[in-house]
Every structure is written in structure tokens, then in C-alpha cells.
């Protein structure tokens, strides 16, 4: 049994993926800090997530802009006392299948900042606490996109392709810290912003709250034993992985 819960960060909590991984670790008796830039939507989570016997504080925040980062973690730092393991989920799509050629340049500009300066600001700013303390993990997800580039998925590749290359630089760098830096690849989710990037799907999708329960393994698991490893999590959980911690 965990002899205390971890202290998890969850940036993007206010729908998808993030609102489904708050659910299912406040059901796991996690603390919880979470932050999403739609106040409504993330005061809602927070309700449900408290209904389900979890600590959770929530902040209304931009987490592609420092002072919102530097604001949330602080916060959550002096509520909590620490960051255990950040999930760097927030993410923005853009525009549905565009052409490289037609896209909008602002648009390609705010994709790049906000799904490439998210994990930096985020990952640079809980770093120093867990290399203090020796022990820590920072998960981010990251998409087949950021392998293989698709066509009319512009900026969203684009930037998915950055993160992997920080994950990767930060993973060099973490060796030996006792800080894991890990990369889950969720696969294509019934989501909003999966409408948004194939707007007539036609094949059925994994639910969050299926890719939830992935987290379980990462979340328990020795940071040494995840540490610079990229999970894809169909077949994670295909496999059965669970046990292995």
C-alpha cells in the first residue's frame, strides 16, 4: 500500500485526456494540482474530482506563458510542498487538415508556442525540486505524429516532433538524477480535438478514460525503470504491463 500519495501536476485538465487522467487518479487517492485556461470547465473537474475523495487545488492558467507557469507551480509548491510527477498533457490542435502551404501563419505560431513552450516552461520550473529531493518524473504525451509527419496535421506535427527531441535532450541530461523523463503516445482518443484533426472518422477510437488507466504503471513505477522510455499505450495495455513495476 502507498505509504503516502503523490503529489501530480496536471496541465490541460479541463477536457480529454486531462480531465479523464484527474478523474482516475483522484479515484487512486493522488493529490492532485491541475490547471486548464477554461475556468468553467476546470472548477467542474475540480467538483467532480473532490467528489471523489481527492485533495485537488485548480488554476485557471496558460502554461505556454512563463508567469502563468512560474504562478501555478509556486502555488501548488507552497499548498503541497512539492511536485512528485508532472504530466505535461495541454496541448492545441490548430486548424482541422490543412496543407503546409495553406496555413494560416499565426495560427502555425501559436500551435508551436503552445504545444513546444508548455513543456519547457512546465519541465524547467519543477526540476529544481525533484533534483533536490533525488526523485521525481515528468510524463509527456506525444503523439505517432511526432514520428512519422501527416499530411494536412501541420503545426500539431511539427511541434509534436520538437517535444520529442526536448524529451529526448532532457532525458540525457536526467540520467543517474533519479528523475525520470517519460513520453506516453496515447494513440488516436474519441476526443474533441480528434474531430478536430479527422473530422469523418470512420473507425473506432480509444476512450480517456481507457488511456487513463495506463498512467497507473507510470505513476508507480521505480523512475529508474521508466526513465527515457516512450510508452504507446494500445500496446501497453495490450501487453499487460501493469505488473511490471
Not at 473530422?199 to 481507457?210: A, Q
Not at 510508452?231 to 504491463?241: A, H, I, S
Amino acid at each position: 500500500m502507498r505509504q503516502q500519495p503523490n503529489v501530480i501536476m496536471i496541465t490541460g485538465a479541463s477536457l480529454g485526456l486531462g480531465k479523464a487522467l484527474t478523474l482516475h487518479l483522484a479515484k487512486q487517492g493522488h493529490q492532485l494540482a491541475i490547471c486548464a485556461r477554461n475556468k468553467k470547465a476546470l472548477e467542474q473537474v475540480k467538483r467532480e474530482a473532490v467528489t471523489l475523495g481527492a485533495e485537488v487545488l485548480a488554476e485557471v492558467a496558460d502554461v505556454s506563458k512563463i508567469r502563468d507557469v512560474e504562478r501555478f507551480v509556486s502555488i501548488t509548491e507552497n499548498h503541497f510542498g512539492r511536485v512528485d510527477i508532472l504530466i505535461n498533457n495541454a496541448s492545441a490542435f490548430g486548424p482541422g487538415p490543412t496543407l503546409l502551404t495553406d496555413y494560416p501563419d499565426e495560427i502555425f505560431k501559436e500551435v508551436i508556442n503552445v504545444n513546444i513552450l508548455n513543456l519547457f516552461y512546465m519541465t524547467k520550473r519543477v526540476l529544481p525540486g525533484m533534483l533536490t529531493r533525488g526523485i521525481g518524473k515528468i510524463i509527456s504525451l506525444t503523439s505517432e505524429t511526432g514520428r512519422i509527419g501527416y499530411a494536412e496535421w501541420g503545426a500539431y506535427s511539427v511541434s509534436k516532433f520538437a517535444l520529442e527531441g526536448l524529451a529526448a535532450v532532457w532525458t540525457e541530461e536526467l540520467t543517474d538524477t533519479g528523475v525520470a523523463m517519460v513520453l506516453v503516445d496515447p494513440g488516436e482518443m474519441d476526443t474533441a480535438m480528434h474531430e478536430i484533426a479527422v473530422p469523418d472518422c470512420d473507425y473506432e477510437l480509444m476512450s480517456p478514460e481507457e488511456v487513463a488507466t495506463a498512467f497507473d504503471y507510470l505513476i508507480e513505477a521505480n523512475p529508474s525503470k521508466v526513465h527515457g522510455k516512450r510508452f504507446e499505450v494500445q500496446t501497453f495495455l495490450k501487453k499487460g504491463l501493469h505488473d511490471e513495476k
